[in-house]
């Protein structure tokens, strides 16, 4: 037993991988596989093996991401019209829904309307706001001219007014020249629930005064500011810091805004919360540093429109539209606008997008807007005023028949009216007045 012992001693501290040695000498039954086995061994294989189709699973993913990109950057490219160009526009069905011409009949007899005793609570409300949508019966107080009052009288005016309605929700005092720093002062006290304040074009109102006032009113959900030369960032600040509920804010025309105020907006508490923010024509003061803040914090936002916003670009426009939420878009006149922002678009707004306003952006691509066209099926408006690089195949070879497409150059009218000519078929264009604008 001892010299066994000595010989198994001598084999495992000397192994030599030799199968052709004499089998008297080579006593480990195990033969080449002596070193793996036992538990530790096979633990180390399993580790060893897990590693390795950790691996394995990291690069298939990686790889199947990179083609999936790659599909996307040469869909714009190899994209075809699904629908003869030729045929031109989609035909709209003339005759209307009969609910809608029922609501028309009610709506034009509606002093001669008694009761709605036993009418659903659902046709009640449709009824109420088509009758009020054409003024037949408005629950608003309306001063149509208030050009005669001085701003002492409008105040008097306006304080009676509001001083009756405490729990007013909506106020509009647009083009308000009379609309004085004194009385904007006034109103949190007048009407502390207001949520929705329209004071666009009122000139008279200071930066000052609408920093210090505008926060007093905390359940302000939508402010319009626009064409008011006085907001500057200070104003944006002191919005974005102190109304809790800000959802909707519109800055038109307001060049004393800047980046550092559209930061601060979104990095405020309610730049997460932001619904619509307008900017348009704010000069140049707003370029690709403010969007890249509203890109990475204002993920919620619907609407969004800069108009005439030069220093724009494509590739920080196409990071703000990748959060995938936007509805309603207005870059009319934004040079920048190219493939980048086509592409955003057809990737990540394809199931939100229903209104697109494109004008004059003469850099974007034809196939491109082709497949915005074909994969965005709730697109229902679509502005191309000044566009002549789009053709017939973007505008027409789509299959989204419920789109109404604004400001066709006359060219593509022309070549869809030869095509059909050459063809020997007749054109079913819609009324010019509603297809055709010359750019």
Known sequence: MAQIARKRAAHFANFQDDDGGDDDDNIHAGGDQARTLGPWSSAMELVNARGKAQHDRQAKLQAAAEAEQEGEADAAAHWHPSRDPALGPHPRDPVRPLFGQCLDVLTAYIDCVESLWGVPDAIKVRLAAHVCARRKMSPEVLVPDCTQL?????????????????????????????????????????????????????????????????????????????????????????????????????????????????????????????????????????????????????????????????????????????????????????????????????ACCRESLEELDVSFCRKLPDRGLGLVLERCGKLRRLSVFGCSQLSAASLYGHSNAGLVIEGIHTKVVKQSLQTLTDQGRCPSFSPPSRLMAIS
């Open 150 to 346: 001085d701003a002492a009288a409008m105040t008097d005016l306006l304080k009676e007014l509001l001083s009756a309605t405490p729990a007013l929700r909506r106020l509009s005092v647009a083009q308000g020249s009379r609309f004085t720093s004194a009385l904007l002062d006034k109103l949190p006290a007048l009407v502390p629930q207001l949520t929705h304040l329209n004071l666009a074009d009122c000139r008279g109102l200071g930066a000052e005064a609408l920093a210090a006032a505008l926060p007093r009113l905390q359940q302000l959900r939508s402010v319009r500011l626009d064409l008011i030369p006085e907001v500057d960032d200070a104003v944006l600040v002191a919005l974005a810091t102190r109304l809790p509920h800000l959802a909707e804010l519109s800055l038109r025309c307001c060049q004393a805004v800047s980046d550092a105020g559209l930061r601060a907006l979104a990095a405020s508490a309610r730049g997460p919360h932001l619904e619509l923010l307008r900017i348009d024509e704010c000069g140049g003061r707003v370029t690709d540093a403010g969007l890249a803040a509203l890109a990475s914090q204002c993920r919620a936002l619907k609407v969004f429109s800069a108009r005439r916003c030069a220093k724009l670009g494509d590739e920080a426009l196409a990071e703000l539209l990748r959060a995938g939420s936007v509805t309603h878009l207005c870059l009319s006149g934004v040079a920048g606008v190219g493939p980048a922002v086509a592409d955003a678009l057809a």
